[in-house]
């Protein structure tokens, strides 16, 4: 496919200056991108790199955020050690808090899974100043059945072959995402070969492309509990999931909660999404919400309007 041949011998995308880290636990780091207002924490899930939250000059979130007027930081969940490759999705919960225990009236923002391990942190008691999910999974029965066959299969054989590493590499972890949008491998590369040389939008689809392909492994644990956990058994639409002893729902979540939903998505479809009060449908997908060309209108202002108004 010409598409694919001219993604491969694109020149990789310059990688953003680096922010300063402010805590650590284990490889986890807290980074930090300055700011002087209230302290807003994005938690990105723990599948693929932190850095579609800061992929490029115009496409970072935190960035953004920062010149807005708010203390702006991004959690990193970092490459598994021997500690953090027995984590589950729990013990990723505590590790967040543990990274932002100096901020407890930080604001936690969290896009896909990371929304998920933000509604956690948020309900079992640790002081925060409010919540913001993003496009974040909660109910799986609102996948299609179809899809959730197919992404128990997947994980039926992915299990075996990750167990005796102790951890899922992306390179496994791809063909999940296949299983949930099976269209879209083709149909962006379809629409990325209809780009010009000169096209920005060949270059934003280059360094999605090189995200979406990057990210460290996860440990097989969390990714047990979030394959037959959430998405076979339903733990946290059910009102079932605990952390640390404690029962995670949404009911528990006493603080102000602004739930943005993609109306498009399928890797979070809208029927997925948690019950919050403050719910706002968004015109635009899964990473469009993040990083696409309605990103700052759809999404990036009235999230910091509702933050401004807190």
């Not at 899964?286 to 910091?304: D, F, N, Q, R, S």
Request: glycine share 8%; with cysteine.
């Amino acid at each position: 496919m010409v598409a694919v041949a001219r993604y491969q011998a694109a020149a990789p995308v310059a990688a953003m200056p680096p922010p300063r880290t402010v805590a650590r636990d284990g490889n986890a780091r807290l980074l930090s991108y300055g700011g002087e207002g209230p302290p807003v924490i994005l938690v990105p899930s723990l599948v693929n790199s932190p850095a579609i939250l800061d992929l490029a000059p115009g496409r970072t979130l935190v960035r953004w955020l920062a010149d807005e007027g708010f203390a702006a930081y991004l959690v990193a969940w970092g490459t598994p050690d021997a500690r953090s490759r027995g984590f589950d999705l729990g013990d990723h919960v505590e590790r967040l808090d543990r990274l932002i225990a100096d901020l407890p009236d930080a604001t936690l923002v969290g896009y896909c899974l990371g929304g998920t391990l933000a509604m956690a942190s948020a309900a079992t008691g640790r002081p925060r100043r409010a919540l913001a999910t993003i496009a974040t999974p909660w109910d799986f029965a609102g996948y299609p059945a179809g899809r959730r066959a197919e992404i128990a299969k997947w994980w039926r054989r992915t299990e075996r072959l990750a167990a005796p590493l102790g951890e899922v590499p992306m390179d496994l972890i791809q063909p999940a995402f296949w299983a949930l949008d099976p269209a879209a491998p083709v149909a962006k590369f379809e629409r990325y070969a209809d780009m010009g040389e000169d096209d920005p939008a060949a270059r934003r689809f280059e360094a999605v492309e090189d995200w979406a392909n990057s990210g460290a492994p996860v440990p097989l644990p969390a990714m047990r509990e979030a394959m037959a956990g959430l998405f076979e058994a339903n733990r946290t639409g059910t009102g079932i999931w605990r952390v640390a002893g404690q029962a995670v729902t949404p009911a528990a979540i006493d603080m102000p909660w602004l739930n943005l939903v993609s109306a498009t998505d399928r890797i979070v479809p809208a029927a997925a999404a948690p019950p919050a009060k403050d719910t706002r449908p968004v015109a635009a997908g899964h990473v469009g919400m993040i990083i696409g060309g309605k990103a700052k209108t759809a999404v990036w202002e009235p999230l910091a309007r509702w933050l401004r108004s807190l």
